[in-house]
């Protein structure tokens, strides 16, 4: 007989709150049944407690096709269970990941702990599954036998470490231990060890070496940092005995796939003096920005100025820029480079003593210095040089590990320019070494070392090579006596000077920077004109203003009336920064200008007024400019009204110079 469907109850729809997080628990679920098992270590806990989430996810599907007759919404203890089992699959998701992309010799070291925790998820996903209102919620005979078969999984559980892991582990801290008493592992079982951690070349060994430097920031314990420090010390050599032929290769792809990283750092980014990004921005007491370590380096050289503005520091605090340093964070996730800060390196090296590193630092420098000095060829030796060069831009214990180990006249040998890569890899080598204020005393006095940068200044093979030889002589000029040493050569002073006008961008900034710092001396200055460097400046300010007129400040400031002589012609360039530049090139530029027309006298000044609109620009700056840009046009203003009534002198003018026109200046009422 047919049955009316009137007849029939009508369905009561589920609640649709709990429809969704039966739905969100069911992706959790799986999304963490799709993760692999970790393949190196621990790999039963993690295959089992994936398993068991397979088989949860198979479960939760069916409880969406229940059709739900008697019971409008699930019952609260079910409902419960849900929310509990959410978080417990997302600990078990977390756990997993964290071992698959953490640290392998880290996890290795920590397995029981984490053997344990594998466990404990299991007890708790075994308790809600126990707890579950199976008769509540009238599943079908075939769901429920399901849920019997996951409490049965479930409940037979131990937290397991097979004894091949134990035994890797017990591998790993023997050879820790004899790399601590200065004994060489041997080199077949080293291989071993890391083929089983699938460290299997350098591209894997630097990724773990960077993974193992995350995690000792996050530690907060410090003998788990020592301990961590230690294996960054292990990889750093393994990975130079075992494969450091191939990381040359590597990094060559990564500059191919990163591209020119110094052509895209906005200009607000970058410190003033390293012309690097910044990491760790700070305030001085001029209201400049610069990078910490910039400056920090900038005062222990014993300069009591600003470097940007030359102003003097009224005390040696500094104030962290956050807003800056939020903005830089967020440009560089964007453009997926690392970022780590001055703050966080520090507390990479405070704990960098650790005689296990140390000792494996030494081990892995005598490697390479031995090799490159043995190899037969240019290419091997490239090899070994890029290793250094790496290993000497880590912290301060590898560079001068590499410096007493007698690195520099290896080096030496290397900086010709009939291997060009060979050549960018020596000299940069060279450049992370002078980073530590010892090795600059060795650069200087190592016989050959001064003469061989100058000569890839200036007759480098390539643009990178000439750029990283003028970044060395800037490092060596924050030492006060090297900066008035290298300023008397000739050579230094020309070989800047000419990289400054013809080289890239990149290179253009090195090239300033040294010339910056070595304006910063009297007599070099001299010398700065002798070869030009007002129309160097000039030129430069054409496509990096900023920088030229930033030179131009400092050559004036400290020149006298040979520098002013020579700027006088540039002041309608310097108007038109005013005009147009940013707040930075701007202030640079009232500063010059203010120098110039105080020290060049009325002639002087009468070529600024007689540009047209030049109050109008001056009144804009004093209104919109930086704290200094603003003082230092209003100082401009005044000096243009007592020259406008005439109450302006020239006291110091002995030169001469073009007659500017008499154009009136028409002053704001």
């Given at each position: 007989m047919a049955v009316s469907p009137e007849t029939l109850p009508p369905k009561k729809k589920r609640s649709s709150s709990d429809e969704r997080l039966l739905r969100s628990l069911l992706l959790r679920s799986k999304e963490t049944s799709n993760l692999s098992p970790i393949?190196?270590?621990?790999?039963?806990?993690?295959?089992?407690?994936?398993?068991?989430?397979?088989?949860?996810?198979?479960?939760?599907?069916?409880?969406?096709?229940?059709?739900?007759?008697?019971?409008?919404?699930?019952?609260?203890?079910?409902?419960?269970?849900?929310?509990?089992?959410?978080?417990?699959?997302?600990?078990?998701?977390?756990?997993?990941?964290?071992?698959?992309?953490?640290?392998?010799?880290?996890?290795?070291?920590?397995?029981?702990?984490?053997?344990?925790?594998?466990?404990?998820?299991?007890?708790e996903l075994s308790t809600l599954v126990d707890i579950f209102p199976v008769k509540e919620i009238k599943l079908t005979q075939d769901v429920a036998e399901l849920v019997l078969l996951l409490r049965k999984?479930?409940?037979?559980?131990?937290?397991?470490?097979?004894?091949?892991?134990?035994?890797?582990?017990?591998?790993?801290?023997?050879?820790?231990?004899?790399?601590?008493?200065?004994?060489?592992?041997?080199?077949?079982?080293?291989k071993e060890m890391f083929t089983r951690l699938e460290l299997n070349d350098s591209a894997t060994c630097t990724d773990e070496i960077e993974i193992l430097e995350e995690e000792v920031r996050n530690q907060s314990d410090e003998k788990s940092k020592a301990d961590i420090v230690a294996l960054i010390g292990l990889v750093r050599y393994a990975k130079c005995v075992?494969?450091?032929?191939?990381?040359?290769?590597?990094?060559?792809?990564?500059?191919?796939?990163?591209?020119?990283?110094?052509?895209?750092?906005?200009?607000?980014?970058?410190?003033?003096?390293?012309?690097?990004?910044?990491?760790?921005?700070?305030?001085?007491?001029?209201?400049?920005?610069?990078?910490?370590?910039?400056?920090?380096?900038?005062?222990?050289?014993?300069?009591?100025?600003c470097p940007k503005t030359g102003q003097t520091l009224d005390h040696t605090e500094m104030i962290p820029n956050c807003a800056l340093r939020n903005l830089i964070v967020m440009w560089c996730r964007e453009h997926r480079i690392p970022f780590e800060s001055t703050e966080t390196k520090e507390k990479v090296n405070c704990v960098t003593t650790n005689k296990t590193l140390l000792e494996a630092t030494?081990?892995?420098?005598?490697?390479?210095?031995?090799?490159?000095?043995?190899?037969?060829?240019?290419?091997?030796?490239?090899?070994?040089?890029?290793?250094?060069?790496?290993?000497?831009?880590?912290?301060?214990?590898?560079?001068?590990?590499?410096?007493?180990?007698?690195?520099?006249?290896?080096?030496?040998?290397?900086?010709?320019?009939?291997?060009?890569?060979?050549?960018?890899?020596?000299?940069?080598?060279?450049?992370?070494?002078?980073i530590l204020e010892e090795n600059k005393t060795r650069i200087m006095e190592t016989d050959g070392v001064l003469n061989g940068i100058v000569e890839v200044l200036r007759t480098g093979a390539?643009?990178?090579?000439?750029?990283?030889?003028?970044?060395?002589?800037?490092?060596?000029?924050?030492?006060?006596?090297?900066?008035?040493?290298?300023?008397?050569?000739?050579?230094?002073?020309?070989?800047?000077?000419?990289?400054?006008?013809?080289?890239?961008?990149?290179?253009?900034?090195?090239?300033?920077?040294?010339?910056?710092?070595?304006?910063?001396?009297r007599e070099t200055v001299g010398k700065l004109l002798e070869v030009g460097v007002v129309e160097m400046a000039s030129e430069v300010m054409d496509g990096l203003p900023e920088e030229g007129v930033t030179v131009l400040e400092a050559v004036v400031k400290k020149?006298?009336?040979?520098?002013?002589?020579?700027?006088?012609?540039?002041?309608?360039?310097?108007?038109?920064?005013?005009?147009?530049?940013?707040?930075?090139?701007?202030?640079?530029?009232?500063?010059?200008?203010v120098n110039v027309c105080r020290k060049g006298g009325s002639e002087t000044v009468s070529e600024l007024a007689a540009i047209p609109g030049i109050e109008r620009v001056i009144w804009e700056v004093m209104g919109m400019g930086t704290g200094r840009g603003r003082r230092k046009a209003a100082t401009l203003l005044r000096i243009l009204r007592r020259w406008a009534a005439g109450l302006y002198s020239n006291p110091t003018a002995a030169y001469s110079t073009t007659t500017a026109s008499s154009t009136a200046v028409v002053l704001p009422g």
């Amino acid at each position: 007989m047919a049955v009316s469907p009137e007849t029939l109850p009508p369905k009561k729809k589920r609640s649709s709150s709990d429809e969704r997080l039966l739905r969100s628990l069911l992706l959790r679920s799986k999304e963490t049944s799709n993760l692999s098992p970790i393949p190196f270590v621990l790999y039963r806990n993690s295959n089992s407690i994936i398993r068991k989430t397979k088989l949860l996810t198979l479960l939760l599907e069916e409880l969406l096709l229940v059709d739900q007759v008697i019971y409008s919404s699930f019952p609260a203890s079910a409902v419960l269970c849900f929310e509990e089992l959410y978080i417990v699959l997302q600990s078990i998701k977390t756990l997993i990941q964290d071992c698959l992309f953490g640290s392998k010799l880290w996890l290795l070291i920590q397995q029981q702990s984490v053997a344990n925790k594998f466990h404990e998820l299991t007890l708790e996903l075994s308790t809600l599954v126990d707890i579950f209102p199976v008769k509540e919620i009238k599943l079908t005979q075939d769901v429920a036998e399901l849920v019997l078969l996951l409490r049965k999984l479930c409940s037979k559980t131990t937290p397991l470490v097979e004894e091949k892991d134990v035994q890797l582990k017990i591998d790993v801290l023997e050879k820790l231990d004899r790399i601590k008493g200065q004994i060489v592992p041997q080199q077949s079982k080293l291989k071993e060890m890391f083929t089983r951690l699938e460290l299997n070349d350098s591209a894997t060994c630097t990724d773990e070496i960077e993974i193992l430097e995350e995690e000792v920031r996050n530690q907060s314990d410090e003998k788990s940092k020592a301990d961590i420090v230690a294996l960054i010390g292990l990889v750093r050599y393994a990975k130079c005995v075992l494969y450091g032929e191939s990381s040359a290769v590597r990094t060559l792809r990564s500059r191919e796939k990163s591209g020119s990283m110094d052509l895209t750092i906005p200009a607000d980014f970058r410190c003033p003096i390293s012309l690097d990004l910044v990491r760790d921005p700070v305030v001085v007491s001029t209201g400049q920005t610069y990078d910490r370590a910039s400056i920090n380096l900038w005062i222990e050289s014993g300069h009591t100025t600003c470097p940007k503005t030359g102003q003097t520091l009224d005390h040696t605090e500094m104030i962290p820029n956050c807003a800056l340093r939020n903005l830089i964070v967020m440009w560089c996730r964007e453009h997926r480079i690392p970022f780590e800060s001055t703050e966080t390196k520090e507390k990479v090296n405070c704990v960098t003593t650790n005689k296990t590193l140390l000792e494996a630092t030494k081990m892995t420098v005598s490697f390479l210095i031995q090799k490159a000095r043995a190899s037969q060829s240019s290419e091997m030796a490239n090899r070994f040089v890029h290793e250094l060069r790496s290993l000497a831009k880590t912290d301060a214990n590898s560079r001068a590990c590499i410096a007493e180990a007698d690195g520099l006249p290896l080096l030496i040998k290397f900086l010709g320019n009939e291997h060009p890569n060979l050549q960018v890899n020596a000299v940069t080598t060279i450049l992370n070494l002078s980073i530590l204020e010892e090795n600059k005393t060795r650069i200087m006095e190592t016989d050959g070392v001064l003469n061989g940068i100058v000569e890839v200044l200036r007759t480098g093979a390539t643009w990178e090579a000439k750029g990283n030889a003028a970044a060395t002589i800037f490092s060596l000029t924050g030492v006060h006596a090297y900066r008035k040493k290298l300023g008397r050569k000739t050579r230094v002073v020309k070989g800047l000077m000419e990289l400054a006008k013809t080289g890239p961008i990149s290179s253009k900034r090195d090239a300033l920077v040294a010339i910056l710092n070595l304006a910063g001396d009297r007599e070099t200055v001299g010398k700065l004109l002798e070869v030009g460097v007002v129309e160097m400046a000039s030129e430069v300010m054409d496509g990096l203003p900023e920088e030229g007129v930033t030179v131009l400040e400092a050559v004036v400031k400290k020149g006298g009336l040979a520098a002013i002589t020579a700027t006088f012609h540039v002041i309608k360039k310097l108007a038109m920064i005013l005009r147009d530049g940013t707040e930075r090139a701007q202030e640079s530029a009232a500063a010059t200008l203010v120098n110039v027309c105080r020290k060049g006298g009325s002639e002087t000044v009468s070529e600024l007024a007689a540009i047209p609109g030049i109050e109008r620009v001056i009144w804009e700056v004093m209104g919109m400019g930086t704290g200094r840009g603003r003082r230092k046009a209003a100082t401009l203003l005044r000096i243009l009204r007592r020259w406008a009534a005439g109450l302006y002198s020239n006291p110091t003018a002995a030169y001469s110079t073009t007659t500017a026109s008499s154009t009136a200046v028409v002053l704001p009422g």
